[in-house]
């Protein structure tokens, strides 16, 4: 089994291990609203390939939350023939040390608790992802000490900018002044 790093080669074929490893409509998930038209951290999107084809992979995307970079983790997915082997322990610890290597200070996901926590992760409140999005499964990890402190609200794209200071938004709803 070899680690590799995604190229553009291998998009399709981790498409399709997703299609394989979710159900149908994942693209529904309001995290995917947070990566339209947003480009991956291309460092951190992994893959584990053998002789038959990826076997598992994981991609990253950034997100702002009151203007603070985080790192959105996923999707991940691991083979059905090649589950509990191991392999997606791999790509999290993996993926998560050259985060912090690469100097990023926290990273947020949706999903299950039960295996997240096994690499750090917890449950954070105050942090909104856009809806629908049960908040017990929005899920924190600092990559440095109090990483997450302070930053609080909602999860936007990367792209947003900024929203206006306070004295600024109350202009009588129109902003062509
Ligand atoms: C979740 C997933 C990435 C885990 O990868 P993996 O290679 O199978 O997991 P590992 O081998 O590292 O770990 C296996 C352990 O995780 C547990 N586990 C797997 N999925 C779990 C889940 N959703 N909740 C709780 N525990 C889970 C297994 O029971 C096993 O437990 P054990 O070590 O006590 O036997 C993989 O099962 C998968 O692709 N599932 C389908 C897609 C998916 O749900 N992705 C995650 C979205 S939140």
Not at 27 to 45: D, F, I, M, T, W
């Amino acid at each position: 089994m070899q680690l590799l790093q995604e190229t553009n080669a291998d998009w399709w074929e981790v498409e399709a291990l997703y299609d394989l490893c979710f159900a149908p409509g994942r693209e529904a998930l309001s995290s995917y609203r947070l990566r339209e038209g947003v480009a991956p951290v291309a460092k951190l999107c992994l893959l584990l390939r053998d002789d038959s084809g990826v076997a598992a992979a994981i991609r990253f995307w950034p997100v702002r939350i009151g203007g603070h970079d985080v790192l959105l983790l996923g999707p991940i997915a691991v083979h059905p023939t090649h589950q509990s082997e191991g392999l997606g322990g791999w790509l999290m610890r993996e993926s998560l040390s050259r985060a912090a290597q690469l100097g990023w200070a926290r990273v947020l996901l949706v999903g299950d608790e039960p295996y997240y926590r096994r690499f750090g992760f917890q449950r954070l409140d105050g942090v909104h992802m856009p809806p629908p999005t049960n908040p017990a499964r929005i899920l924190a990890l600092a990559l440095v000490p109090g990483g997450w402190d302070g930053v609080r609200g909602d999860v936007v794209k990367y792209d947003t900018p900024p929203a206006p200071p306070p004295h600024r938004r109350s202009c009588h709803g129109s902003d062509a002044t």
